[in-house]
C-alpha cells in the first residue's frame, strides 16, 4: 500500500485564486514552504494544513467550501474526476467518485441507496484521521455541484449532516437546499433518490472509452504490493508531459530516493526500465484507440516531441505507431 503522500491537484490552486486568495498566502498562513505550491505530492499533514488555512483566510468554513465547490473550473478537473463529470447520468458518475476516490486519499465515499434516498457519507482512510471541517464540507459539496453541473438541473439534498460546526448555516442551507445538521455522528450528504437516474448533458463516452480502462488500471496496479508495482502506478499516472523524477517518486512512496533505488534493484528492475515500461503499455493502449491522435498519445505517455515517440516506438515494437495501429484493429476491429 502507498505510503502517507497525497498528489495535490494543480487545479486547487487555481480554485483559490478565483476565489481571490493567492496560493502564496495559504503556504504561508500554514506555516509551509512556499515550494509546497509546486510540490507534486503532499503528505497528510500538509495536506490538512493547506485546506485549514484556505479557510483561515476566506474567514468562514460555509462560505470557504461553497467559492471552491464552484469555482472548480471543469477544465481543470484531473482524469479521475472528468471520468466523473462525462458520466452516463448521476448514478454512474457518484459511483465513478467512489471508486477512483481510492487513488486520491485520504478521503473516501461510502454510497447507500434505500427507498427515496441515495447517502454518501464521507470516511477517512486511516482510522482516528480526521480531516478539517473545510475540506468535509468541500468534498460533499463538490458531489451536489458535479451533479447540477452534469445534469444541468438546479439539484437540491434532501439533508446533509456535519460531524462538526460548519461556519455560516444559513449559507449552507441556501446551496443544499435542505435542512443542515451539525454535531453528527458522522459526515453525510443524502441526495433524492429519483435524481440519480438524470442523464448527464456532459456525457462523453469516446472520452470514458479512453479514461476508464487507464484508471481502472492504475487503480489495480495500486493496490499491487511490489515497489515495481507502485512505482508503475505513479509514473503512468504522472504521464501527459510532465517528466517525473526518481526523487519524486520516492517522496511519493515516502522514502529516499536512495532506497527506493535499492528495492527496485532486489525485485530485478530499475527506475528507467520503469519509466519506459509504463510508456510501452500506455502507448499500446491508447494506439488501440482509434479515436486518439497519435499526436495526442505522443503527449499522454509524456513525450512532447512526436518525432522522439515515433523513435521509442520503433524500439519497443520494431513498426511505426501508425502501422502498430492499423495492424492492430485489423486484428481486432472496433465493436
Known sequence: MISDRI???TGFWTGVQQVGITPHDVARQAGLPLTIITESAVNTAQYF???????DLVG????AMIKLATAFETGQYPPTVLATYH????????NRMARYKQLCPPERLQITEEGESCTIELEWMRSGQSGPPVLVGTTLAFLLELGRRGTGQPLTARSVEFSQSMGDVKAL???FGCPIRMGA????LTLHRRDLNRTFISYNQELLEILTPVLDQTLDAQRGSSISAMVKWILKRGQTGERLYIRTVANELGMSDRTLQRRLTEEGTTFKQLITQARHEQAREYLANPKLDIKEVAFLVGYEDQNSFYRAFRLWEGDSPSNWRAEYLESNPPS
Open 7 to 9: 498528489k495535490f491537484p
Open 49 to 55: 494544513k493547506i485546506w485549514q488555512a484556505y479557510s
Open 60 to 63: 468562514d468554513t460555509a462560505i
Open 87 to 94: 458520466a452516463r447520468d448521476y448514478r454512474d458518475a457518484l
Open 173 to 175: 442551507e441556501a446551496f
Open 185 to 188: 455522528t458522522s459526515n453525510r
